[in-house]
């Protein structure tokens, strides 16, 4: 129980700075932690990533230390990527949840991914793209 004013740090927006690992994060891309904490590319082929957001610049930190340099990434809201291949979305596919299938591309089923990491719930069919809701 609190018995004096307590400073929240409150932000407004969701983007949060995150520490890199020596990788290149393009802006756009879906991306986690590693089991290190250092920011990733989300890649289902990849065990043990924990899903952070939408990267919100690119940034290239191959050759460096990890850590040595962050990205900027939005954790809620709603965005837009491409559906994988061999989907078509419908709207009898709104509201389901979406994984991803690469860092730029999402799916509605596990079906093939060696890692299932659920980024969104799908909200519209903005052909091309397909919009989803930010979720953890």
């Known amino acids: ?12 927006g969701d983007t ?3 520490r890199t690992a020596a990788v290149r994060l393009f802006k756009g891309a879906l991306v986690g932690t590693n089991p290190a904490g250092w920011l990733v590319p989300l ?3 990849v065990a043990n990533l ?11 930190h191959t050759g460096y230390p990890a850590g040595d340099r962050t990205a900027r990434v939005t954790s809620q809201g709603t965005v837009c ?7 078509t979305p ?11 299938a690469s860092d730029g591309t999402v799916q509605p089923t596990t079906g093939g ?9 799908l909200l519209a069919v903005e052909a091309p793209f397909v ?6």
């Open 90 to 100: 419908t709207p009898a596919d709104l509201g389901k949840d979406l994984y991803a």
């Open 43 to 45: 890649d289902p082929s």
């Open 113 to 121: 991914l060696a890692n299932a990491y659920k980024v969104g719930r």
């Open 131 to 136: 919009r989803l809701r930010l979720t953890f």
């Open 50 to 60: 924990k899903f952070a957001g939408s990267c919100d610049e690119t940034v290239d």
């Open 1 to 12: 129980m609190l018995t004096r004013p307590h400073e929240t740090f409150f932000k407004i």
């Open 16 to 18: 949060v700075a995150y």
């Open 81 to 87: 990527y491409r559906p994988a291949a061999g989907w």
